[in-house]
């Protein structure tokens, strides 16, 4: 096995033998213009260790068998260690792993190229000189400058006693960055800021409209200082008076006109109620009460006013003379309440009456449990109408017979198409 070549140490100048003194020479030297080179010589090959030695055979004279050995050969002493004669120069041993050509080359044809091999360069404190081609620094640029991350080995040359070189551990290069992809992000960094910032100064912006609106809808400036109240005839005084003093002074921007809707209508007079704002100080009240049609006392002797649904608008003590009053027993019903619906009809009744017909009606008779209806005119004539059922035809017949006299009549029958009259 060949060993690792070793750096000379001074003092050991006297040691170099004079065979790698005449080739040192002969490799340095002019070259001779009248010799010529062989280049594609195998031996120059394995010399420089490029393919395997191949050992050499053996020539045997056809009579080998009767020559005798020569003695000379036989009794050669071993050659001296300080042996300096040029002319006899040791054939390198091969290496003990020579690297394979490719497979299936023929014998004598040139083996693929191997691997470099090492050559150490001792310190003798002059520079060296290194000589590239154009393909081989081309090779060197792609290597060390490469785009690509790679794993690549660092091989350092130094002032070493054995001439030992040293390998660092393969290390991972970052790959370097385009320029222009840098520049690229950090545009796109800055967009996203000058964005960012956008969004935030636009946030605080409208914050401060928001807080400036509020504080200006809410200056006393723009105070509620008139209240206007439309169509109240028989709602609550005192709910529309509490209304107003809530609306006085309050900011005409925040007035919950819904609230004070449904505030209103909460009143059983109330069957609609509409609130508006005019900037900057009004406020109207517009409401549509129910119509009061007809009134019952109740058996705690107070009377019920209702409207067409048979709703109670109102209980009062005395009995209201601008309304139709229905005769007979009824129930004590509260405020706000249904009677139920035979009320329902009498109040039709009672709105259905031809003003022929109104002018002579003293009272409207209702039986709760049946919902009969009669009726109770001028001249102590009771007028039967039955149920609810087809109130138009009824009191049609009734019209015809108030029109042709009720003189001598004391009961009418109109229930059927066929009118029943009893005379006194």
């Known amino acids: 096995m060949v060993s690792e070549p070793r750096a000379p140490r001074p003092g050991d ?41 191949e050992p050499e055979a053996r020539h045997q004279p056809e009579d080998a068998d009767d020559a005798e050995p020569d003695d000379d050969l036989l009794d050669d002493p071993e050659p001296d260690e300080h042996d300096e004669s040029p002319d006899v120069a040791a054939e390198p041993e091969p290496d003990p792993a020579p690297p394979a050509g490719p497979a299936g080359a023929a014998p004598g044809e040139p083996a693929a190229e191997a691997p470099r091999r090492t050559i150490v360069i001792a310190d003798d404190g002059q520079p060296d000189t290194v000589y590239l081609d154009e393909e081989k620094e081309e090779r060197f640029r792609a290597v ?36 222009r992809m840098r ?21 605080v912006l409208v914050l401060l409209l928001a807080v400036g609106a509020i504080a200006v809808v809410a200056s006393p400036i723009f105070d509620v200082n008139d209240v206007r109240v439309q169509g109240a005839v028989y709602t609550g005084k005192d709910l529309i008076d509490e209304v107003v003093a809530d609306l006085e002074g309050e900011p005409v921007l925040l007035v919950d006109t819904a609230a004070i809707e449904d505030r209103l209508e909460a009143d059983p007079w109330v069957e609609r109620a509409r609130v508006t704002t005019d900037f900057p100080h009004t406020v109207t009240i517009d409401i549509r009460e129910r119509v009061p049609l007809a009134t019952f006392q109740g058996g705690d002797g107070r009377w019920r006013v209702i409207d067409i649904d048979g709703r109670v608008l109102d209980v009062i003590d005395g009995q209201p003379v601008s309304m139709m009053p229905i005769s007979g027993e009824h129930p004590d019903t509260a405020r ?41 005119l001028q001249g102590d004539v009771e007028v039967r109408l039955g149920d609810a059922d087809d109130l138009e035809a009824k009191l049609a017949r009734l019209l015809g017979q108030v029109r ?12 059927t198409s066929e009118i029943g009259v009893v005379h006194r």
Do not use: K
Request: hydrophobic share 40%; aromatic share 4%.
């Open 336 to 376: 706000g309440q249904f009677a139920g619906a035979p009320y329902a009809s009498a109040a039709l009744l009672v709105r259905s009456l031809p003003s022929e017909i109104r002018v002579i009606t003293q009272s409207v008779g209702l039986d709760p449990t049946t919902g009969r209806l009669t009726m109770q």
């Open 183 to 203: 520049a690229r992000r950090i545009a796109v960094r800055r967009s996203e800021g000058r964005r960012r910032l956008i969004w935030i100064g636009a946030a």
């Open 144 to 179: 060390h400058t490469g785009d690509s991350a790679e794993e690549r080995s660092t091989i350092v040359i130094a002032d070493l006693d054995d001439g030992a070189v040293v390998e660092a551990a393969p290390t991972r290069t970052s790959s370097s960055v385009d320029p």
């Open 404 to 415: 042709e006299g009720l003189d001598g009549v004391a009961s009418l029958d109109v229930s």
């Open 13 to 53: 100048d006297g040691h170099v033998p004079d065979a790698v003194l005449d080739e040192l020479s002969a490799a340095f030297a002019e070259p001779d213009p009248a010799v010529e080179y062989d280049f594609d010589d195998p031996s120059i090959d394995r010399l420089l260790g490029l393919t395997p030695a």
